[in-house]
Each structure stands twice: as C-alpha cells, then as structure tokens.
C-alpha cells in the first residue's frame, strides 16, 4: 500500500524558516519515473503546486517561490524534506506532499498525504 | 505560467441531477488534464488524468472531455457522496497548476 504522510510544526513565526518531512512507504524514490511534489492549498484557497524532485535527483520549483524553496530526499530513511525560508503569515495553509510517475497517469498526482496544517503568526 | 480557469465556480444540484464543470487553460495543453475531488478537510483525490480516462476505483458516473484548451468533468447521476470540490490540473508545463475549483452543493 502506498502512503504519504506530512509532518512538521504547527506554528512558524514570520521570518523563520518552515521544514516539512513528507514519510512515504510502498514506493521507492529510486525506482525510475518516481516523482514527489508538495503543493499547498491556503483556508478556503486553491491548490498551488511548490516543488517536485524526481528519482533521479532533479528538482523543479515554482518561479515565484524559487529563492525561498529547496526539496530534497533522503532514500535511505524514505523521506521528503522542503523547507522555505522567510516565512510569512501569507504562507499560512494546509502542506500537502503528492506522488506522480513519469510514463504513468499522465503525470497526475495519483497518491496525496492527508496535510499538515502551518499557520504563520508571531 | 499557464492559467487554469474553471467554471462556475459553485454549483448547487441536487441528486440525481447532471453537473457539468469547465476547465480552461491559457494556452494549449494538448490532454495534460487532471480531475481531482476534494472534501472538507482532506486531501484532494485523483478522479481522471489524460483529459478523459477513469482512475483505477472511480465510479464510472464520472467522465471527462476535451483537449486543447477547453476541459469538461461530467457527473451523470449526481450522489449523496459527490458534493465536494472540484479542481483541474495541468500536468505537463512547469509550473504545474491548478484551477480555482468548483463547489457541488446543495
């Protein structure tokens, strides 16, 4: 069974920077075509889609959030890890990690964490 | 960056009834579509991919149309468990995004 989960503080003061830890099971992030993103949705927003790195090392991000940005993985302990800089209370919103293939679903996210929630507030 | 326009915004239907929700890119996106359903406090899930095709478990009441620009999700006999939102997502351009989804509601 393939699961995600997000994990990662609750409340960020502005100016401090967030780290997010996606734990995934039932895939490995070194099998060819393997993909993992995080998307945030803010309360009552849409979904906005942040970074994505693949089996292969490469990393994608959003141009607006691309300073403050950086995903990584850790294959041995099967984790994602994003974190972002310079927080602020417009980041408030529900953190969500999501699995993709290559060659697979049409690049689709076929398999979401259930979120984590981060409010920004000092 | 490529806009993904969904209309309407909301909807209220009841069950049994037909719901047809648009989705409108920017610029041509060829099939690169995704449907997805969310309900209140849960991660959004996986209903079309490749503009028309079912994800493995998806009632087949649900259906998608289009290529290009113009994207259809279609409900044929709206039920209890469908009132959510709706989103369209393009899977293909960097950066991957989102329409501001739909509401089914009573």
């Known amino acids: 069974q393939v699961t995600l989960k997000e994990s990662g503080p609750a409340l960020v003061k502005p100016t401090q920077t967030l780290t997010l830890t996606c734990s995934y099971s039932?895939?490995?992030?070194?099998?060819?075509?393997?993909?993992a993103s995080w998307i945030r949705q803010p309360p009552g927003k849409a979904l906005e889609w942040l970074a994505r790195?693949?089996?292969?090392?490469?990393?994608f991000y959003t141009a607006s959030l691309r300073t403050r940005l950086t995903i990584s993985k850790d294959t041995s302990k099967n984790q994602v890890v994003l974190t972002m800089t310079n927080m602020d209370p417009v980041d408030t919103a529900t953190y969500y990690c999501?699995?993709?293939?290559?060659?697979?679903?049409?690049?689709?996210?076929?398999?979401w964490g259930p979120g984590t929630v981060v409010t920004v507030s000092s | 960056d490529i806009q993904m326009t969904q209309s309407p915004s909301s909807v209220s239907a009841s069950v049994g009834d037909r719901v047809t929700i648009t989705c409108r890119a920017s610029?041509?996106?060829?099939?690169?579509l995704a449907w997805y359903q969310q309900k209140p406090g849960k991660a959004p899930k996986l209903l079309i991919y490749?503009?028309?095709t079912l994800q493995a478990g998806v009632p087949s009441r649900f259906s998608g149309s289009g290529s290009g620009t113009d994207f259809t999700l279609t409900i044929s006999s709206l039920q209890p468990e469908d009132f959510a939102t709706y989103f369209c997502?393009?899977?293909?351009?960097?950066?991957?995004?989102f329409g501001g989804g739909t509401n089914v509601g009573i």
């Open positions: 999501a699995r993709s293939r290559d060659g697979y679903n049409a690049g689709a996210f076929d398999i």
């Open positions: 039932g895939f490995s992030l070194t099998t060819t075509g393997m993909r």
């Open positions: 790195i693949d089996w292969d090392h490469d990393t």
């Open positions: 610029q041509g996106i060829s099939r690169w």
């Open positions: 490749a503009a028309s």
């Open positions: 997502q393009q899977t293909n351009y960097f950066p991957l995004t």
